[in-house]
């Protein structure tokens, strides 16, 4: 065969399926059959549906090619569990990695139709709440830009994250109905379907040849579902797959309602059955420890290592003995944890091994990430309901927690108080399972998601494991992909990097540190400005569009985009907002670089605070915004539901990135990555990945304040005493009078008392120690920005040294030194 023709068969998406006729009839093609409308009936979601169709089909035939080149390979898989997966729109996405982006556009042409309109057609799935998700999916693009086989294990939430309204400046929850058009990326496969068993009891008995074994008795049964979504790498023909699970009733239970003539019963048990996938739960939450939360991470996790022993089963020249050779599970957060002891049962009761085997294939398989220190978001459940929900996953828990305290006490003679901090269940207050503490005893590798976190891990929160395990422990610094977080997102900057120093950067984001040879170029920095001004008319547009209020794109633009929490600090810059604005109130004539305070973010729909916090920022923009006396230098937004949809307008628009949380509270943060990426300058603590990034960036290119973690720590010991700053401050003292008075609540002092008295009398994050530092630190930001060339320099020496912040990094050391997975090149 020719090398062609041998091209054509190996290669089903060869160049002549991604020319733009090919693309053009794949789409009339789906219009037709897929789509089934008149031709005077087709709108642009129409052409939405079908040209993701068109893409998906293409993307199949690559992972045809990849699972087969896979197989015959034997290559080990890596399975990321994850209860989140926040994978934002993926028509872009998906053209932009099979790099028909041009083809697309032209083809649509052709048609009628213009791409920007019908990628606008998207509904994301907001399956996620934030950070945790978001990383999740950009490790699903970096494994498949680096050909590593993978499979993302996770939940098909019927609704995702819920969508944020503004009502009268107060967050207004509405439920995220994202299947509606239905989903044109996922394939169901009805016939990869698991039961899962639930409640009832474990029963202990003999087997024919006398030897114990246990059964477990369900209390009900459901059946999970898979929906595959396929992951295709960027410049490559690898393409892995996302399975998502559905809860499903199970049609052989309820035929003994039927029997009985009970239909309705029946029925029921549909609906209840099927609420297991109906929601996302949202973190912050106040009350924890739902037992429907429990059901969900138990059935996504057990369909999915049932998939596993199956994918096992079939191979033709392995057992399920060799499972660490063909597979590592990693453990996205505790949230997937109860997999540790559902491996065991699987193993154990239902494979028949023993237990030594079967733990020692646990271990060897599993890996543990932990993404948060707050010790009140480490995830207990009640004994009572863990055992009447799991009662033979509680058994195994004892058992594990039996052989394990053994192992401590061998290590550690006599340490009793060692005993009792370590076990797998928590007995202060009621008893609790302690689901940190099972993934770190069921993996072989336990890591944090910064290099100060990892260290913090192991001289606090998991200090006596570590002291145990200490080969165990490890740093993987978080990434994000620059696929979507810099060429999809900002195609102005993208142009003028290829422009500069070539296309390599996509896929070795080091060779950003070429541009370092043209910041003294004054034409390349003006361009570089250019491309920042016009990044900031293009949100300005879209925050007029949402909000009504008008920025002025040459004002620096001061955003701050997360998650709203107390310890993040929203309410800092807030505090800074208003001083500016006092400043301004109190010196007629004063004149300040003009910025623009951007703000998004989401709060858990039951914190009291985040939510207050929310309104206070509404409520300084709407005094601030209309006062004609300060409204030329200062600018407050709150862009309703911050997604990774509208974080595209987002982070490429930031003069500066505001990274402000107590120091030791954030354990990575991965949008600080992403504004650093695109240029912006960061305020920041040395917290999370800030301290890395300021090391990259070099101190000189980085606005620091504030206490370290372990000054935090030394005020606390000391008691925090948040009076002695406001006496020794009076322009703080005064900011917080402006807001107790009532200045931005039209005169009522309530809305606002709950959040004043916190930050006055007992605030654990320290707000006021900090404030003074942060707005001294922001002086310096004014001034700097008053020197653009300057300012410019340190924009491109941020972009430049952001190479390490790439996922494509993270990814490759979680292979490498967690994983044992390595690249397996698919033919084209
Ligand atoms: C737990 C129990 C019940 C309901 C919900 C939850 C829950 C859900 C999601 C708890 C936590 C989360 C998400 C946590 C998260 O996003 N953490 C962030 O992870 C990022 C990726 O590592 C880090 O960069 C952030 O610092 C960290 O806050």
Redesign the pocket.
């Known amino acids: 065969m020719t090398d062609i023709a041998e091209n054509l068969v190996h290669n089903p998406t060869a160049s002549h399926t991604r020319t733009v006729d090919d693309l053009r009839q794949a789409v009339s093609d789906h219009l037709r059959y897929s789509i089934g409308r008149p031709a005077a009936a087709l709108r642009p979601e129409h052409y939405y549906q079908a040209l993701s169709l068109a893409v998906r089909d293409r993307m199949q035939d690559n992972r045809s090619a990849s699972t087969q080149t896979s197989l015959d390979a034997g290559a080990k898989v890596t399975c990321y569990l994850s209860?989140?997966f926040l994978m934002g729109p993926q028509l872009g996405n998906n053209l932009l990695n099979l790099e028909i982006e041009t083809e697309a556009r032209t083809a649509l042409a052709e048609l009628g139709q213009d791409l920007d309109v019908v990628l606008a057609c998207e509904v994301e799935p907001g399956l996620g709440?934030?950070?945790?998700?978001r990383?999740a999916a950009c490790y699903l693009d970096s494994l498949a830009t680096l050909e590593r086989p993978a499979i993302g294990y996770g939940i098909r939430y019927e609704f995702g994250i819920f969508k944020q309204e503004l009502h009268d400046g107060w967050q207004v929850e509405k439920t995220d109905n994202w299947l509606v058009n239905g989903n044109p990326w996922e394939i169901p496969k009805p016939d990869v379907n698991y039961l899962v068993y639930w409640g009832g009891f474990a029963q202990h008995y003999l087997d024919e040849g006398g030897v114990d074994r246990v059964r477990w008795v369900p209390g009900r049964v459901l059946k999970g579902v898979a929906y595959d979504t396929p992951i295709q790498g960027y410049g490559v023909h690898t393409c892995n797959v996302l399975t998502l699970w559905s809860a499903r009733a199970v049609e052989s239970f309820a035929l003994d309602a039927f029997n009985t003539g009970d239909y309705y019963k029946a029925v029921e048990d549909e609906v209840t059955s099927e609420t297991v996938t109906k929601v996302l739960?949202?973190?912050d939450?106040p009350e924890?420890g739902?037992r429907l939360?429990l059901l969900q991470q138990y059935f996504f996790v057990s369909c999915s290592l049932q998939h596993v022993l199956h994918i096992m089963d079939d191979l033709a020249d392995k057992s399920v003995h060799h499972l660490p050779e063909q597979f590592a599970l990693q453990l996205n957060?505790t949230?997937p944890s109860i997999g540790v002891a559902e491996l065991m049962r699987l193993l154990v009761d239902e494979r028949h091994l023993d237990w030594d085997e079967a733990w020692t294939i646990t271990v060897a398989t599993f890996g543990y990430t932990n993404?948060?220190l707050l010790p009140e978001?480490l995830?207990k459940w009640p004994l009572e309901m863990f055992g009447e929900s799991l009662p033979r996953h509680l058994e195994i828990i004892y058992e594990i927690n039996r052989r394990f305290l053994d192992e401590v006490m061998d290590t550690f003679p006599g340490d009793t108080d060692r005993l009792r901090r370590m076990s797998l269940i928590g007995e202060d207050g009621g008893k609790t399972v302690r689901m940190a503490h099972l993934a770190t005893v069921g993996s072989h590798a336990i890591n944090g998601?910064a290099a100060l976190h990892s260290d913090l891990l192991k001289s606090s929160t998991l200090k006596d494991f570590y002291e145990m395990w200490p080969e165990r422990f490890s740093n993987k610094t978080?990434g994000v992909t620059p696929r979507r977080f810099l060429a999809l997102s900002n195609p102005g900057l993208r142009g003028l990097l290829d422009r500069t120093i070539g296309e390599g950067w996509l896929t070795d984001l080091d060779r950003l540190r070429g541009l370092e040879a043209f910041v003294d170029d004054a034409e390349f920095r003006r361009q570089w400005r250019d491309v920042k001004v016009a990044n900031k008319a293009r949100l300005a547009e879209f925050v007029l569009s949402s909000t009504g209020i008008e920025l002025n794109p040459n004002s620096l633009f001061d955003i701050q985009v997360k998650r709203i929490h107390e310890y993040k600090r929203q309410h800092l810059s807030v505090l800074h907002i208003i001083a500016l604005y006092h400043r301004l109130k109190s010196n007629p004539g004063l004149v300040i670089p003009p910025r623009s305070f951007i703000f998004g973010g989401k709060a858990a729909p039951g914190y009291f605070m985040a939510k207050r916090i929310i309104k206070l920022i509404n409520a300084v923009g709407e005094t601030v915004n209309a006062d004609s006396e300060v409204n030329q230098f200062l600018k407050v937004a709150f862009v309703p539901n911050f997604s990774v949809q509208n974080a595209a307008l987002i982070y490429p628009a930031a003069n500066l990135s505001e990274q402000i949380s107590t120091a030791g509270k954030?354990?990575?943060?991965?949008g600080n990555m992403k504004f650093m990426l695109n240029g912006a300058l960061t305020i920041g603590t040395l917290d999370?990945a800030n301290v890395e990034m300021r090391e990259e960036a070099g101190a000189e290119n980085f606005f620091l304040f504030g206490l370290t973690e372990s000054e935090v720590e030394q005020v606390k010991r000391d008691g925090y005493r948040p009076a002695e700053y406001i006496e020794r401050d009076a322009e703080l003292g005064a900011v917080l009078e402006l807001i107790a008075g009532g200045t931005f609540s039209h005169g009522d002092p309530e809305v606002f008392r709950p959040l004043v008295d916190n930050l006055r009398y007992d605030d654990p994050f320290l707000v006021l120690a900090d404030y003074r530092s942060y707005v001294e630190c922001q002086g310096q930001v004014s001034d700097r920005w008053l020197d653009q060339e300057a300012w410019t320099r340190m924009s491109i020496l941020n972009t430049a040294r952001s190479g390490k912040f790439s996922s494509d990094r993270a990814i490759a050391e979680y292979c490498e030194g967690i994983w044992g997975v390595g690249p397996v090149s698919v033919r084209g």
Do not use: F, I, Q, W
Request: net charge negative.
């Open positions: 209860a989140e709440n934030g950070g945790l998700g990383l739960y949202p973190n939450e924890a739902k939360r957060d949230h993404h948060t978001a995830e998601v978080n954030e354990a990575s943060g991965t999370g």
